[in-house]
């Protein structure tokens, strides 16, 4: 065991992972504390606003993220040549940057029209397009840490990143302005990381890579057509539509003050993702790895039960403390959210599940990660055509993430007994 133990430690994968693993959970309890101290400052009508711009960012930044994933996966599995590509991977894309810069810049004339059609604020609205593209460039570079396994500097950056952000929730929070504020640190906690991932991985390569790079533009053509990235494509774009398009769609439909109340909710739910997103992200990188692929059977279900059990430990605290925790966290603006805050925790659970199998099917290949968006248009169609209340939302949410959670589980169970027959 001490053999094994030792082993793992001078590893530098292992390493990494375990301070990227502690690194995500200092960004994601920040990231808490930037939410509920944004909302005891701004109250329920302009917390709507910060909630809502993060979902438009999300929805929009589908294509990068997409190819951010596939990234991963390709670099993860290339060995020692993996520094080669991803210094390809980064010419290409400044070049393309270069070559659609006017289209880029066509878009932002388009800022004006923006509150009109999302129902934000001028300012929120003014904000969400340059939001948007820094959202896009950080999350290649991102992907790029990842997928070279430099962890440890992406853990690093990603703390420093939520600071800057969580900085303006707390002057808001001591009385400093309001969402002016807001606004001016999340720009300021997105440019800084992004030049800082520039130059720092630059200069790695600098390091590491003698002679010259070849191009790889036609070879990313071929990705962009092989089905895995298909796959890849509609299965992040399904789960980022679960994930924000009720925010999106309350926002736009319900008055700014209930929308506040279910930001509130969707972030208690939420919690219970963001609590395990680290070990998805690893999971992710972890089930994208040949060298370890005996282990991902086992891995998945122990990662499964555990989930179970936050499920329960979630359940109990929402039901039994619920006063308590809105009080402490979201303050006395919020209590509406307190009899829905049980229902918190079981879509909150379903979603966590769903996003788990849903990348543990994307990076084994399979084309169960298809599910999800195969059901997802039916989703968004019933949230128009239900009774427009708070508590119907809610239920949706719950049902189908219920509905698909149980389709992920039941075709793994059976692929698992079909192996298992034909290896006997």
Same mark, same amino acid.
């Given at each position: 065991m001490l053999v094994i133990l030792r082993k793992a430690w001078y590893s530098n994968f292992i390493r990494g992972s375990m301070?990227?693993?502690?690194?995500?959970?200092v960004v994601n309890i920040l990231n808490y504390l930037f939410n509920f101290l944004a909302a005891q400052g701004l109250g329920p009508k302009m917390?709507?606003?910060?909630?809502?711009?993060?979902?438009?960012?999300?929805?929009f930044a589908v294509p990068m993220v997409v190819f951010s994933n596939f990234l991963i996966q390709k670099l993860s599995a290339r060995g020692r040549g993996k520094f080669i590509i991803a210094k390809s991977l980064e010419d290409f894309f400044w070049l393309k940057?270069? =070559?659609?810069?006017? +289209?880029?810049?066509?878009?932002?004339?388009?800022?004006?029209?923006?509150?009109?059609?999302? $129902?934000?604020?001028?300012?929120?609205?003014?904000?969400?397009?340059?939001?948007?593209? !820094?959202?896009?460039? /950080?999350?290649?570079? $991102?992907?790029?840490?990842?997928?070279?396994?430099m962890l440890f500097i992406f853990g690093l950056i990603s703390i420093f990143a939520v600071s800057l952000k969580f900085s303006g929730a707390l002057l808001v929070y001591l009385g400093f302005d309001g969402m002016q504020t807001i606004i001016l640190f999340l720009l300021i906690s997105s440019i800084v990381p992004l030049l800082l991932s520039i130059l720092i991985l630059r200069s790695y390569f600098s390091k590491t890579i003698v002679g010259k790079v070849p191009k790889i533009e036609k070879?990313? @053509?071929?990705?962009?057509?092989?089905?895995?990235?298909?796959?890849? @494509?509609?299965?992040?774009? +399904?789960?980022? !539509?679960?994930?924000?398009?009720?925010?999106?769609?309350?926002? =736009?439909?319900?008055s700014a003050h209930d929308a506040g109340i279910y930001s509130s909710w969707s972030l208690f739910a939420k919690m219970i993702f963001y609590a395990v997103g680290p070990l998805i992200a690893i999971g992710f990188i972890f089930f994208s790895s040949r060298e370890h692929q005996k282990h991902h059977d086992i891995t998945l279900r122990i990662s499964l039960l555990m989930l179970f059990a936050v499920t329960i430990i979630?359940?109990?605290?929402?039901?039994?403390?619920?006063? #308590?925790?809105?009080?402490?966290?979201? /303050?006395?603006? #919020?209590?509406e959210v307190l009899p829905y805050l049980s229902k918190a925790s079981l879509f909150g659970s379903f979603f966590t599940g769903i996003s788990f199998m849903s990348y543990y099917f994307v990076a084994?290949?399979?084309?169960?990660?298809?599910?999800?968006?195969?059901?997802?248009?039916?989703?968004?169609?019933?949230?128009?055509?239900?009774?427009k209340e708070l508590s119907n939302i809610m239920d949706?949410?719950?049902?189908?993430? !219920?509905?698909?959670?149980?389709?992920?589980?039941?075709?793994?169970?059976?692929?698992?007994?079909?192996?298992?027959?034909?290896?006997?």
């Amino acid at each position: 065991m001490l053999v094994i133990l030792r082993k793992a430690w001078y590893s530098n994968f292992i390493r990494g992972s375990m301070f990227f693993t502690i690194a995500s959970f200092v960004v994601n309890i920040l990231n808490y504390l930037f939410n509920f101290l944004a909302a005891q400052g701004l109250g329920p009508k302009m917390y709507s606003e910060i909630t809502s711009l993060f979902s438009y960012i999300s929805i929009f930044a589908v294509p990068m993220v997409v190819f951010s994933n596939f990234l991963i996966q390709k670099l993860s599995a290339r060995g020692r040549g993996k520094f080669i590509i991803a210094k390809s991977l980064e010419d290409f894309f400044w070049l393309k940057i270069k =070559k659609w810069s006017f +289209a880029l810049i066509c878009i932002l004339l388009l800022t004006p029209f923006i509150s009109r059609i999302t $129902n934000l604020s001028m300012v929120t609205g003014a904000a969400l397009l340059p939001m948007i593209f !820094l959202f896009l460039f /950080g999350s290649f570079y $991102n992907s790029m840490f990842q997928g070279l396994h430099m962890l440890f500097i992406f853990g690093l950056i990603s703390i420093f990143a939520v600071s800057l952000k969580f900085s303006g929730a707390l002057l808001v929070y001591l009385g400093f302005d309001g969402m002016q504020t807001i606004i001016l640190f999340l720009l300021i906690s997105s440019i800084v990381p992004l030049l800082l991932s520039i130059l720092i991985l630059r200069s790695y390569f600098s390091k590491t890579i003698v002679g010259k790079v070849p191009k790889i533009e036609k070879k990313i @053509f071929s990705i962009i057509k092989d089905s895995q990235f298909i796959i890849i @494509f509609l299965s992040t774009l +399904a789960l980022t !539509l679960l994930n924000n398009v009720d925010i999106v769609f309350v926002k =736009k439909v319900f008055s700014a003050h209930d929308a506040g109340i279910y930001s509130s909710w969707s972030l208690f739910a939420k919690m219970i993702f963001y609590a395990v997103g680290p070990l998805i992200a690893i999971g992710f990188i972890f089930f994208s790895s040949r060298e370890h692929q005996k282990h991902h059977d086992i891995t998945l279900r122990i990662s499964l039960l555990m989930l179970f059990a936050v499920t329960i430990i979630s359940y109990t605290l929402y039901s039994n403390f619920g006063d #308590f925790l809105v009080t402490i966290f979201f /303050g006395s603006k #919020f209590v509406e959210v307190l009899p829905y805050l049980s229902k918190a925790s079981l879509f909150g659970s379903f979603f966590t599940g769903i996003s788990f199998m849903s990348y543990y099917f994307v990076a084994k290949k399979s084309y169960y990660g298809l599910i999800l968006p195969l059901l997802i248009p039916f989703y968004v169609v019933s949230l128009f055509f239900i009774k427009k209340e708070l508590s119907n939302i809610m239920d949706v949410n719950i049902l189908f993430s !219920l509905v698909v959670a149980v389709i992920y589980v039941g075709v793994y169970l059976k692929d698992s007994l079909d192996s298992n027959s034909k290896s006997s």
